[in-house]
């Protein structure tokens, strides 16, 4: 599914998705269990991060069109311009991605498949994390390492203006406050619109808020691994957006023989799909992006927005958190 050595479970055929117009986004209190009894993408099929840039709740993300180890290129690179171009063409318009996945290679890929853009499509792109070598990541948060991932990807990504720039992750040696300093330094002089944050706790958000506006989180999540659960409320209550990565488990997969492999075979689909479903109904702030280098994994990926599940698969796949 998201990982494209996931497939032991039979994939169901793909029923095209046309994502919902407008911008509704209902006013839930944190924790309220979304959706449930209705089904998600007709009643939540939007969410507005920052107010302004209105994105289909699931996203793609970029990430595995990279080379083993994120790194370098990928073995085929005309199947990642394909697999981008399909995304679009499905109804996705946010894309996530970083100068890290690759490095470089990644952005200059998206820019390859889709420049000029359609004037809906989000490029979310991040900077702070560097990349010794393949599998290898250590952040960087100084301020003018920052600066310059953020001149660079504008190049690679051949943008005026990032819509989302989102700091990797925070550097236990440099105060987040001066990482954070230089995005809004970056976002004042018109090369950044919304600054989004990875891999925090509520205490770290609000210290960001304190610099800079801060308008989405990106932290590790899904139906078995819920560290981040704290975050998600925040985000609810703030009306962040929250982008899972890993919103099927990567490659360590899901567990099998529980509830998610149950309900997959009763609306003969596949554990993946699942996940994913419980995620969109989860919170009305939940933008997973699943990613994949797969065009037939794309599709099922899009297709998980239509599946409806009932209160009580809900609530035995909620309680399969580790």
């Keep these: 599914m998201t990982d494209d050595n996931q497939s032991g479970v039979t994939r169901r055929n793909f029923v095209k998705l046309t994502f919902a117009g407008g911008a509704l986004v209902l006013a839930r209190g944190p924790g309220a269990i979304f ?17 302004d840039l209105t994105v289909n709740r699931l996203g793609f993300g970029a990430m595995r069109l990279t080379g083993e180890g994120i790194w370098g290129w990928p073995p085929d690179r005309a199947n990642a311009i394909k697999v981008l171009k399909h995304g679009v063409e499905l109804g996705v318009n946010l894309i996530d991605t970083a100068d890290a996945y690759g490095p470089d290679t990644d952005e200059l890929l998206i820019a390859e498949a889709l420049h000029p853009y359609p004037k809906d499509l989000i490029i979310a792109t991040k900077g702070g994390n560097t990349r010794p070598g393949p599998g290898e990541w250590v952040p960087n948060g100084h301020p003018d390492y920052l600066k310059w991932c953020v001149d660079g990807s504008l190049k690679r990504l051949k943008l005026e ?88 488990g990567g490659g360590k997969g899901l567990s099998s023989g529980n509830a998610l492999e149950t309900v997959a075979k009763a609306h003969n689909t596949t554990v993946y799909q699942v996940a994913l479903a419980w995620l969109l109904e989860r919170s009305p702030v939940m933008l997973p992006i699943p990613g994949t280098a797969n065009l037939a994994h794309l599709e099922e990926n899009v297709a998980a927005a239509k599946l409806q599940l009932t209160p009580d698969e809900w609530k035995k796949i909620d ?4």
Excluded at 35 to 51: Q, Y
Excluded at 319 to 322: F, I, K, N
């Design 161 to 248: 203006r990032i819509d989302l720039y989102q700091l990797h992750r925070i550097d236990p040696k440099v105060p987040a406050e001066e990482s954070v300093g230089a995005l809004k330094e970056m976002q004042d002089a018109g090369k950044i619109r919304h600054i989004g944050l990875s891999e925090v706790s509520p205490e770290q958000i609000e210290r960001a808020r304190k610099v800079a506006p801060i308008v989405s989180v990106q932290n590790r999540y899904n139906v078995e691994d819920r560290k981040w659960e704290n975050t998600l409320k925040y985000c609810e209550t703030n009306n962040l957006g929250f982008l899972p990565w890993l919103p099927v």
């Design 35 to 51: 959706g449930a009894t209705e089904t998600p993408l007709a009643a939540n099929p939007t969410f507005k991060i920052g107010g």
């Design 319 to 322: 309680s399969l958190a580790g």
